[in-house]
């Protein structure tokens, strides 16, 4: 080979070489992107299970479960409003936290591991909540004498729901936010009577 045949492969090896050194690059920032996706998916799940959103859940679950009356056991509707919207918070959290895992999927589908991670991990507690927080709400609001406005509150539960649902993790006939009554599948409505 000639000298110009010598420079020529030279040059090509070098492309070579930046481009190699490019996909190294590329592949180190997807690992580190989805390493960091994983840690977000974990710390929201975390949120819903530990602390004072764990606190709020025993007062929503015993709501949700419960009797409470006049002639049951007596509710504190203060501590028990207070714990109601701890959870509906945390779900909504949990949702806009979902929805920038959505948006940060690098290519391909709108899904990926870190989300299907997340997903599968809140499913159940999406179903549990997608009737619990409608009877929660209705006794508090017989029990206050008042509606609970929680609209605004509420929407990113909902939204979650619809989420879970469409990918077949949450049974589709739960409403968002609603308990749909005689056709809900929910356990609370299953309850043998003493
Ligand atoms: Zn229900
Ligand atoms: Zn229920």
Redesign the pocket.
């Known amino acids: 080979m000639g000298a110009d045949d010598w420079s020529a492969l030279a040059g090509v090896s070098s492309t070579l070489l930046a481009l190699a050194a490019v996909v190294i690059a590329l592949l180190a920032f997807r690992s580190e992107h989805q390493r960091a996706r994983f840690e977000g998916a974990r710390s929201l799940h975390h949120d819903l299970t530990t602390g004072e959103v764990a606190a709020a859940r025993k007062i929503v679950g015993s709501l ?1 479960y419960g009797d409470f009356g006049p002639t049951s056991t007596p509710l504190d509707v203060s501590q028990a409003l207070t714990s109601y919207f701890t959870v509906l918070w945390c779900f909504e959290r949990i949702e806009a936290g979902r929805t920038a895992l959505a948006r940060g999927v690098i290519r391909g589908p709108r899904t990926d591991s870190a989300l299907d991670y997340l997903d599968t991990l809140v499913a159940w507690h999406v179903t549990e909540y997608a ?2 927080f409608a ?1 929660a709400r209705r006794k508090l609001a017989e029990a206050s004498a008042q509606e609970i406005s929680d609209s605004d509150s509420a929407s990113g539960f909902r939204r979650l729901t619809l989420a879970l649902q469409k990918r077949g993790l949450v049974d589709r006939a739960y409403r968002q936010g609603t ?1 749909p009554g005689a056709e ?1 599948p ?4 299953h309850q043998s009577q003493p």
């Not at 929910?186 to 409505?189: F, P, R, V």
Request: aromatic residues 0%; hydrophobic residues 20%; neutral net charge.
């Open positions: 949700h009737c619990g009877v308990c809900c929910c356990a609370c409505h």
